[in-house]
C-alpha cells in the first residue's frame, strides 16, 4: 500500500535527550543520503531562537557519530524552531504558521507520555493534526490499562494507521533479518517447529548500569524496559509464521499471533535480579525492589512451537554487552558416536556486531571417532554505512511504511503477557556486577539447560 510522504517533520522534546543523542544524528544521515526533503520543525520551550537550535544540532552530530559538514549544512538549512509552552495554544498557532503550506505533517513526540494528552489536544485544536502523522517512543503506558489510557489519548486526534509507535529494536539491521532469514531460505522451514527444535533463548546482556537514569529505572525495572518490548520483538521475528505478503498489516497479524499464543507469565515463569550496588544510585530508592535484570519462561501455544520452551534473560552489570539467540535442536541419537552429541544450534548474534552461526559436530581427527564442537559461522562486522535504527524508522515513519512499528493490539497482548510480574509477586535476589544474575536462573531454565552466555568477540566496539 502506498501512502503519501510526510510533507514536514515536527519534533515535540528537540532541545531534549533523545533529540540530542538520536534524533539529530539520524536527520543528518537523512540528509547525507539525500532522503530529507521536507522542514524539520523543532518545538520546546527553553527560549531559545533559531541559532541555538542549529548550535544544539550540530554539538549533537559532533558528540554522537560524527559532524559531516556538507549533510549537516543541508540539515541546518531545513530547521524551524518554534519557541513555547505544551499548554499554550499560542505555542501551536505559531506552529500552524511554520508549517505554511505543510498538509501532512509527521509529529513525533519525543516527549514524557505525560504530555502527550496536552500536545495531541493542541495539535486537534489549532489544525495541525488533519492529515498527518504522529510519532511516539516506547514505553507505551506502563501496564494494560495505562497503554490503553495513552493510545486513547493518541486516537482523540489521529487515527490507528497515522501512530507510529517506535521500537528501535525493529530498526536494527540484524532483528530484520531474523525474518528475512526464516523466509527467504528453504532449509530452514523443515526443522524450525517443535519436532526439532528443543528450546530458544534470548539474551540481551549489558556490561553498565544504570548510567545516571536511576530514577527513570525505578519506574521501569528491565521487565518493562526490555522485555516487554524489543525482547517480545525479537521472540515474536523468530516464532511467527511466514506472512501471507510484504503488506505491514499481513507481517504485524502474524507479531499479534504469535502474542495472542502465549500464556500471560506467572511468577514461577520468572527471575528477577537487581545489582549489588543500584540502591545506591541517585534516584534509587535505599530498599528498592526493582530488578535490573530479569530471566523469564514463555511458551508459544501453537500448532508450530507447543511444548518448545522460549526463554527471554535481559540485564544491566551482566559480564558482556551482547544481544544473542540461541536456538537449540533435540539430539542426535548416540549410535554412531560413543557418547550421545550435544544438541546442534543456530545462533544469531544481534549486536554488538552480527553473526549468524550453526552449531554442529564435526570429528575430531585421529583414528578414535570421537568429535569436537565447531561453529559454521557467517560474520558481518557493522557497515559504517548502514542506516542506524532512528534513521531507518524516521524515514519509514516519513512514508507512511508502519511495517516495523508496533501496532496497538500488539502492545496490549504484550502488556498482558507481563503484567502478572510487574510488581512485588516475585522477590528480587541480588546478584554481583560482572555475574549473570542471580544463581536461581539455573533451576528456571533446569533440564532446558544450560544458559548460553554470549562472548565478546573482539569486534564489539
Ligand atoms: C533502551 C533501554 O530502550 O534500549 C535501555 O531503555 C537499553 O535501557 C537500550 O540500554 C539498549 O538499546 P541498544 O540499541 O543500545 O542495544
Known amino acids: 500500500m502506498s501512502e503519501p510522504d510526510a510533507d514536514a517533520l515536527v519534533f515535540f522534546g528537540a532541545t531534549g535527550d533523545l533529540a540530542y543523542k538520536k534524533i539529530f544524528p539520524a536527520l543528518q544521515a537523512m540528509a547525507r543520503r539525500d532522503h530529507l526533503h521536507v522542514p524539520v520543525i523543532g518545538v520546546a520551550k527553553s527560549g531559545w531562537g533559531l541559532d541555538q537550535f542549529r548550535a544544539r544540532a550540530r554539538e549533537s552530530v559532533e558528540t554522537h557519530g560524527g559532524f559531516d559538514p556538507a549533510a549537516f549544512d543541508r540539515l541546518a538549512g531545513r530547521l524551524r524552531y518554534v519557541d513555547g509552552d505544551y499548554a499554550d495554544p499560542g505555542t501551536f498557532a505559531a506552529l500552524r504558521r511554520e508549517l505554511g503550506d505543510a498538509r501532512r505533517p509527521a509529529h513525533y513526540l519525543a516527549i514524557p507520555p505525560t504530555l502527550f494528552g496536552p500536545v495531541v489536544e493542541q495539535l486537534g485544536r489549532s489544525d495541525c493534526a488533519r492529515g498527518a502523522r504522529v510519532i511516539v517512543e516506547k514505553p507505551f503506558g506502563r501496564d494494560l490499562a495505562s497503554a490503553r489510557a495513552l493510545n486513547q489519548t493518541l486516537l482523540g486526534a489521529f487515527d490507528e494507521a497515522s501512530i507510529f509507535r517506535i521500537d528501535h529494536y525493529l530498526g536494527k539491521e540484524p532483528v530484520q533479518n531474523l525474518v528475512y532469514f526464516r523466509f527467504a531460505n528453504s532449509f530452514l522451514e523443515p526443522v524450525w517447529n517443535r519436532n526439532h527444535v528443543a528450546s530458544v533463548q534470548i539474551t540481551m546482556a549489558e556490561d553498565f548500569g544504570v548510567q545516571g537514569r536511576g530514577a527513570f529505572y525505578e519506574e521501569a525495572g528491565a521487565i518493562r524496559d526490555v522485555v516487554q518490548n524489543h525482547l517480545l520483538q525479537v521472540l515474536a521475528n523468530l516464532a511467527m509464521e511466514p506472512p501471507v505478503s510484504t503488506d505491514s498489516e499481513a507481517v504485524r497479524d502474524e507479531k499479534v499471533k504469535v502474542l495472542r499464543a502465549i500464556p500471560s507469565l506467572r511468577p514461577a515463569d520468572v527471575v528477577r535480579g537487581q545489582f549489588r550496588g543500584y540502591r545506591g544510585e541517585k534516584g534509587v530508592a535505599p530498599d528498592s525492589q526493582v530488578e535490573t535484570f530479569a530471566a523469564v519462561k514463555l511458551r508459544v501455544n501453537n500448532w508450530r512451537w507447543q511444548g518448545v520452551p522460549f526463554y527471554i534473560r535481559a540485564g544491566k552489570c551482566l559480564p558482556v554487552t551482547a544481544t544473542e539467540v540461541l536456538v537449540r535442536f533435540h539430539r542426535p541419537p548416540a549410535l554412531y558416536t560413543a557418547e550421545a552429541p550435544p544438541p546442534n544450534h543456530i545462533r544469531f548474534r544481534i549486536s554488538p556486531d552480527v553473526a549468524i552461526a550453526l552449531g ?74 560482572r555475574t549473570w544474575g542471580p544463581d536461581t536462573i539455573a533451576d528456571l531454565v533446569a533440564g532446558d539447560g544450560p544458559w548460553h552466555d554470549p562472548v565478546t568477540t573482539g569486534h564489539d566496539r
Open 360 to 433: 554442529a559436530m564435526v570429528k575430531a581427527p585421529g583414528e578414535r571417532v570421537a568429535g569436537r564442537a565447531a561453529e559454521l559461522l557467517a560474520v558481518r562486522h557493522p557497515d559504517a554505512a548502514e542506516m542506524d535504527a532512528y534513521e531507518r524508522l524516521l524515514g519509514d515513519a516519513m512514508r507512511g511504511n508502519s511495517t516495523e512499528f508496533a501496532r496497538e493490539d500488539y502492545v496490549e497482548e504484550a502488556w498482558r503477557i507481563v503484567e502478572p510480574v510487574l510488581g512485588i509477586e516475585t522477590s528480587v535476589a541480588e546478584y554481583d556486577p
